[in-house]
C-alpha cells in the first residue's frame, strides 16, 4: 500500500479564530473599456497573527454575494486540512500529510453526499534530492491506482517536464505531457517560456509567455502569445513605491483592450 487512507482527529488540526490581516482584492467597472471609479470587492483573504491563511472567500461578481469560500485547518503552522464551500455548501476536502522534514507527504482528497465525507482519492509524493517532487501516484478508495505523475525540474526550479501515466483517473488540472522551455536573464529570472501541453480530452495545446521586471524584481507585464506568436493577452502590474506592494493588475485581451 502506497498511502495509510486513515487519519487521526487530530491531523484535523483546528481553524485559527484571530483575526490580523484581511486582504480584500477589488474589481473595477469598466464604461466602453475604460475604467470607472466604481469598484466591488471579488476576493478577501483573512490571516491571523501567526501570518495563517485561515479564510478566502470569492464574491460573485453579479451578485456581489460571498458564495464560496475556503477554510484552512493548522496543525502549529502546518496547514493540514482544507475545506471548499460552493453555494454556501461544503463540496471538498483535502487532508494534508506531512514527512519529517516537513514536505507535503500525502493528499486525501474527500467529496461529499449529504453532507457525508467520501474517499475520492489519495495521492502520495515522493522528492528529488533537491527538495521539489519528483511523483505523485493517486490511488482510488479501493487502493487501485488512477495515474503517476513524474517531474522534472531545470536547475531554477522551473518545472520543464511532465510524464502522466492514466489508468483509472486523470489529474484534476487534466495534464497528461507538459514540456516547458525557460529563459533567463543574467540575474536568473524568468524572462521568457513556451509550454506544450498534452491533456486527457486528446487536445495540444501551446503558448509562450514573455515577462519584463522592475529594478526590485517584481514583475511588471507578462505577455501571452499562441502558437502563431499573436497576443492572447497581457497583464501589467503596479508596485507601490516604498512598501513594494502589489497595488493594481490590469488585464488585456488579445486586441490590447482593457479587460
Do not use: C
Request: aromatic share 12%; net charge negative.
Amino acid at each position: 500500500m502506497l498511502l495509510s487512507l486513515n487519519f487521526t482527529a487530530r491531523s484535523q488540526g483546528i481553524k485559527p479564530q484571530n483575526v490580523y490581516r484581511v486582504t480584500v482584492t477589488s474589481r473595477y467597472v469598466l464604461e466602453e473599456g475604460e475604467r470607472t471609479s466604481q469598484f466591488h470587492a471579488v476576493n478577501q483573504q483573512i490571516s491571523d497573527s501567526l501570518g495563517r491563511l485561515h479564510t478566502e472567500i470569492d464574491y460573485d461578481w453579479e451578485t456581489r454575494y460571498p458564495d464560496n469560500y475556503r477554510w484552512h485547518y493548522f496543525d502549529s503552522l502546518l496547514m493540514v486540512r482544507t475545506d471548499f464551500f460552493a453555494r454556501e455548501r461544503i463540496e471538498k476536502r483535502i487532508v494534508y500529510e506531512y514527512d519529517s522534514g516537513g514536505q507535503v507527504s500525502g493528499e486525501l482528497h474527500y467529496g461529499f453526499q449529504d453532507e457525508d465525507s467520501v474517499l475520492l482519492r489519495a495521492i502520495e509524493f515522493s522528492y528529488h534530492p533537491s527538495g521539489l517532487k519528483g511523483q505523485a501516484v493517486a490511488l482510488n478508495n479501493e487502493e487501485r491506482r488512477l495515474y503517476r505523475a513524474r517531474f522534472t525540474f531545470d536547475d531554477r526550479g522551473t518545472e520543464i517536464s511532465r510524464r502522466v501515466t492514466a489508468r483509472r483517473g486523470d489529474p484534476d488540472d487534466g495534464i497528461l505531457r507538459l514540456d516547458r522551455e525557460a529563459e533567463y536573464d543574467s540575474l536568473g529570472l524568468l524572462i521568457s517560456e513556451t509550454v506544450k501541453l498534452r491533456m486527457n480530452d486528446r487536445t495540444r495545446k501551446e503558448y509562450k509567455r514573455k515577462y519584463k521586471y522592475d529594478a526590485d524584481g517584481n514583475i511588471i507585464e507578462i505577455l501571452e502569445l499562441d502558437d502563431r506568436g499573436e497576443q492572447v493577452a497581457r497583464m501589467e502590474y503596479d508596485w507601490q513605491q516604498g512598501r513594494n506592494r502589489l497595488s493594481r493588475i490590469r488585464y488585456y485581451d488579445e486586441n490590447d483592450q482593457l479587460e
